[in-house]
């Protein structure tokens, strides 16, 4: 069964960037979307993006579109989620997660998680 594992996650200053990665092991990552969900304390898992795993298509959300690009690098069977100008609102665990469907945006969409990687980000 394919596993994920995410990693880049740590602490930066406020205007900084970070680079997320989520390596499936244990197979291929065969599903159609691998996502990026982040939950902060306190609050509900939000939905970040999504790429198309076929045709490198994506998606993001409103509060991230423009400071954040998702990739995938289908040899590697690996994703990527490249975040820049960050604020302390960003502060949250991060998980990739792999599914397929329409409904991209909604975390029920999804059947394959990681573990979560925490990113930090100060004033």
């Known amino acids: 069964q394919v596993q994920l594992v995410e990693s880049g996650g740590g602490l930066v200053q406020a205007g900084g960037s970070l680079r997320l990665s989520c390596a499936a092991s244990?197979?291929?990552?065969?599903?159609?979307?691998m996502g990026w969900f982040r939950q902060a304390p306190g609050k509900e898992r939000e939905f970040v993006a999504a790429v198309m795993w076929t045709d490198g298509r994506a998606y993001y959300a409103d509060s991230v579109n423009g400071r954040v690009t998702i990739s995938r690098d289908n040899a590697k069977n690996t994703g990527y989620l490249q975040m820049n100008n960050l604020k302390p609102e960003d502060t949250a665990i991060y998980y990739c997660?792999?599914?397929?469907?329409?409904?991209?945006?909604?975390?029920?969409?999804?059947?394959?998680w990681g573990q979560g990687t925490q990113v930090t980000v100060s004033s």
């Open positions: 997660a792999g599914g397929g469907g329409y409904y991209y945006s909604a975390s029920g969409n999804y059947d394959t």
């Open positions: 244990g197979g291929t990552f065969s599903k159609v979307l």
